[in-house]
């Protein structure tokens, strides 16, 4: 698939954060973009967004952690703009705590945001793409989902999911025209879950713009990479690699390098803060 032009593409997770300039891209390279979301207000926005840069709009407000009924979102979908060429599963949630602390509830509803939906949207997507020969799926996980972090396990677990069943896809899908790709970027800047909780991230980790995320998941789509890690600049991505490379063969040594980078500290300042705020929130509940 080497152009974007006049192709229709479902993008979830639209109306904030990373799906914003993710959607302003692909209206650089006149796609039509499906923006699904739960805020109206917030896909309205993102509509007059991709419009003004020149592509075409349509918004359908849904909540995809709904797994049960995402069959109708693709089938409302398709009943609106018909086939989907490209699928971006990009909505998730991140939910920072030691793991003794998480609830099933929150647990679950991590897992369906950032695994189930990705999985049950492509499901019901993916026969019409293989009966014609051509589609592409690209979910966006993170490098968190490539080596743990300590105080986002879960998080890091379903990004884990996401890259592994994204990897037997591709497997499976060869010789049927349609193609699947993991993006796998590191802490972001300007909007996101990384700005979200007020905690600066560590610089000597590698920093990304959103910007720069959504270019390099517009050139995974074009030229059918199958995954890509974005990180700051093209030596802080040839340094991940290196480091997760060297992850396999002896994970406790980048556990290390993890707390000298202090990702670790930023995830635990972030679990505290989150901890501290519901105490407060439950509080004021009661009085």
Not at 8 to 15: D, E, N, Q, R
Not at 62 to 81: K, P
């Amino acid at each position: 698939m080497t152009t974007l032009t006049g192709k229709t593409v479902l993008l979830t997770g639209a109306s904030r954060g990373l799906g914003v300039y993710i959607a302003r891209a692909l209206a650089k390279e006149q796609a039509t973009v499906v923006c699904v979301s739960r805020s109206r207000s917030g896909l309205a926005q993102t509509c007059n967004a991709v419009e003004a840069a020149g592509g075409n709009a349509i918004a359908i407000p849904f909540d995809v952690s709904n797994i049960s009924q995402l069959s109708g979102l693709a089938q409302q979908a398709q009943d609106i703009v018909g086939p989907i060429d490209v699928l971006i599963n990009n909505a998730g949630i991140e939910i920072n705590s030691a793991f003794a602390n998480y609830s099933l509830a929150e647990i679950q509803s991590i897992f369906n945001t950032n695994l189930l939906a990705a999985m049950e949207l492509t499901r019901f997507l993916l026969p019409n793409m293989m009966e014609r020969g051509s589609g592409r799926i690209v979910n966006i996980a993170s490098l968190a989902g490539k080596k743990g972090v300590a105080f986002n396990s879960v998080y890091s677990a379903s990004k884990a999911g996401l890259i592994m069943w994204t990897d037997a896809l591709r497997q499976e899908l060869v010789g049927t025209g349609v193609q699947a790709a993991v993006v796998c970027p590191g802490y972001i800047s300007q909007t996101g879950m990384t700005v979200d909780t007020r905690v600066a991230a560590p610089k000597l980790a590698g920093i990304s713009t959103p910007q720069s995320v959504a270019n390099a998941i517009v050139r995974a789509i074009k030229y059918n990479t199958a995954e890509v890690i974005v990180n700051e600049n093209p030596i802080m991505e040839s340094l991940t690699r290196l480091m997760l490379s060297l992850g396999q063969l002896a994970p406790t040594s980048v556990d290390t390098i993890y707390r000298w980078l202090g990702v670790v500290k930023f995830n635990q300042k972030r679990a505290e803060n989150r901890a501290k705020e519901s105490c407060v929130a439950v509080g004021s509940h009661q009085a």
